[in-house]
């Protein structure tokens, strides 16, 4: 799967002061509401009831949050580098500064599994996860996420 399938320029961002993960969250939701036809509401709880069965964050200060909901009108998801790291309970117990949530509907299975796979194995790949700390717009760092999934899909 492309992540440029899965994320649109305006479902980027750089944000400072985000200091919890309930935050976050929030942030998170508001940002992918527009795009998936669901409410904020409906978005915060997902993500936060996926969040406590264990902590979506990966080893290297990136995190995977997700959510699946019949109000979800399409696999779709968003990214915020944060200025700031904060806790995440992350495998590494590493602070999370790189984030790419995803959101797709109750009855997405395997194309939700395949969405996490794509990001997760993007992610995953510590000069990715540089070259996304170096870009300070969400120009720039989407480029960066839509060029490199080009480039491995060409792989």
Known sequence: MDISELVSPSAVAVRAGVTTKRQLMNLLAELAAPLVGASE????????EREALGST???????VPHARSPEIGKVAGVFVKLEQPLDFEALDDRPVDLVFALFAPADAGAEHLRALAAVSRLLRRAEVREQLRRARTPEALYALLAHRSEAEAAA
């Open 41 to 48: 509401k409906v978005l915060f709880e997902g993500l936060m």
């Open 57 to 63: 964050g990966l080893a290297g200060g990136a995190a």
